[in-house]
């Protein structure tokens, strides 16, 4: 009954879907839950360091209830998007409303979403990297797969990784940054690998380009299902989506740097290039994500494998409340810059 634990993890979209149905104040209750109750449940549950036995994590491999928690968020990432998308635009919403709705819908597009889509994208089967890629969709980042998989796991915790955050970089400037140069990234890694493949750019082995015609598609059906109203909210709550994929981004690896050996390389990736999070809540409700630094050590682990190790930079908080904290940039600062090794800093 205990691997039941990750169901929480329904507890986002559900939020969504009471928040559609009652409307009013309602419409907040996914940001109110996500980041005003998780936060407080977090420090009041007590940090889980406990690490599995060889044994259970060969039972869990085993167990594919593990695998269909995750898949169970496609068909409610998607009814969730197409019910907000026929209420707003059938239904006579107040403005805060609205707006309520737009931050409910994009938080859910980027946990049960752009989150899943992550796991799914280390996966080795083409099912499960399909179902990932769905997950993008509607968060308009489906980039993500190619750059996180191809380069952000390559570049971790350097300089040249857009999605690694400078010391003393605010989480509002590092949007603007990782956002437009993860894209970029996207289209260089994409060029590449067809240039290694002696491929042409118009190659339907050209995956951005394909996720270039999937996401406008989609903006173009909505359209004309939807009109303009529907339109701004599909767009708008896939810009949420993918903020709060990259306010992730920023807390995990802010401020951590590999050395350069002599040789003029980076030093491999280790326990230490990721901060990591014990709080229980926030470990569930995210998939393990928050055991970011075994995930970035062996990717290939499955999110319920995963483990906590000593030489970890520890975060004081859990994820949802280190995003809340990291919305204060001098507070933020204040917590965080003196847990970073002093080495990283002068890196």
């Known amino acids: 009954m205990k691997d039941l634990k990750y169901l929480t993890a329904f507890s986002i979209p559900l939020m969504a879907f009471i928040g559609l ?29 406990y690490n599995i036995s060889e ?10 209830l593990f695998d ?23 239904t006579t919403l107040e403005t805060y409303e609205f707006v309520g709705l737009v931050l409910s819908v994009g938080i859910v ?16 089967t083409t099912n499960e990297r399909f179902i990932g890629k769905a997950l993008l969709l509607p968060a308009l980042y489906m980039h993500f797969y190619i750059e996180h998989n191809f380069g952000h796991h390559l ?4 300089k040249e990784d857009p999605a690694t955050a400078r010391y003393n970089q605010t989480v509002y400037g590092f949007w603007l940054t ?17 240039k290694n493949n002696n491929q042409p750019f118009l190659s339907i082995k050209n995956d951005m380009l394909w996720y270039t015609i999937l996401q406008l598609t989609y903006l173009i059906i909505v359209f004309a299902a939807f009109g303009v109203t529907g339109l701004i909210f599909a767009f708008f709550a896939g810009v949420i989506g993918f903020i709060l994929l990259e306010t992730v981004n920023y807390i995990e690896h802010y401020g951590l740097l590999r050395s350069k050996m002599p040789s003029g390389r980076y030093e491999r990736v280790r326990e230490i290039h990721s901060w990591n999070s014990n709080h229980l809540i926030g470990r569930i409700v995210l998939y393990e994500l928050t055991r970011h630094s075994d995930h970035h050590y062996k990717s290939s682990k499955k999110y319920q ?23 204060v940039p001098l507070l933020w600062f204040a917590v965080m810059n003196k847990r970073i090794p002093r080495e990283m800093v002068s890196a």
């Open 178 to 194: 990782s956002v437009f140069r993860q894209y970029g990234s996207a289209w260089k890694i994409q060029n590449r690998l067809l």
């Open 21 to 49: 149905y009652f409307k009013g104040w309602f419409s907040f209750l996914t940001p109110f839950y996500g980041f005003v109750l998780i936060p407080i449940l977090e420090m009041i549950f007590p940090v889980d360091t």
């Open 305 to 327: 494998i995963l483990d906590c190790h000593d030489e970890s930079p520890q975060m004081p908080y859990g994820y949802p409340t280190s995003m809340v904290l990291a919305m």
């Open 55 to 64: 044994e259970e994590s060969e039972s869990r491999l085993k167990n594919k």
């Open 109 to 124: 597009l980027g946990v049960n979403g752009i989150n899943v889509a992550h796991e799914l994208g280390h996966r080795q």
């Open 68 to 90: 269909w928690l995750l898949y169970f968020n496609l068909p409610i990432v998607y009814v969730l998007v197409v019910v907000s998308l026929i209420t707003v635009t059938t």
């Open 155 to 158: 570049h971790a915790a350097t």
